[in-house]
């Protein structure tokens, strides 16, 4: 009885949704975003301008947040951090310059490039991963 119940083909896949779901893309964006968004805080004195730009830029850091731990925990597997020891404190590195002690709580446009440069590094990752 349990014989036939048991599955006859085995099959495995790297994430739950189909390939090109993932994509460090989604975190730049947000990065420029945030990054733009300080150089215009720092070009207008407008106190309301300011506000606005201080809350959308605190949202776009947190939605960075969000996309690098995406890739982090769902797309990245343990052959991934075997070859690149380096991802894990890398998106420790990237999601700190993203949270309370990086953009969300700075309007530094060095921060943000700061940001920028993590993303481009675990993108050039990404895309060597997606080679292999």
Not at 93 to 109: F, I, N
Request: proline fraction near 6%; aromatic fraction near 10%; glycine fraction near 4%.
């Amino acid at each position: 009885m349990f014989k036939l119940l048991r599955p006859k083909t085995t099959v495995s896949a790297h994430c739950d949704l189909p390939c090109g779901v993932y994509d460090p893309a989604q975190a730049r964006i947000e990065a420029e975003s945030v990054k733009a968004i300080c150089e215009k805080y720092a070009a207008n004195e407008d106190p309301e301008f300011r506000a606005r730009a201080i809350l959308i830029k605190e949202q776009r850091s947190e939605l960075v947040k969000h996309h690098l731990w995406v890739l982090w925990t769902d797309y990245f597997k343990p052959p991934h951090f075997e070859k690149y020891p380096q991802l894990h404190q890398l998106f420790n590195e990237a999601t700190k310059l993203a949270g309370a002690s990086g953009t969300k709580g700075s309007m530094d446009p060095k921060v943000a490039d700061d940001l920028l440069g993590k993303i481009s590094e675990i993108d050039k990752i990404f895309w060597e991963t997606k080679q292999g």
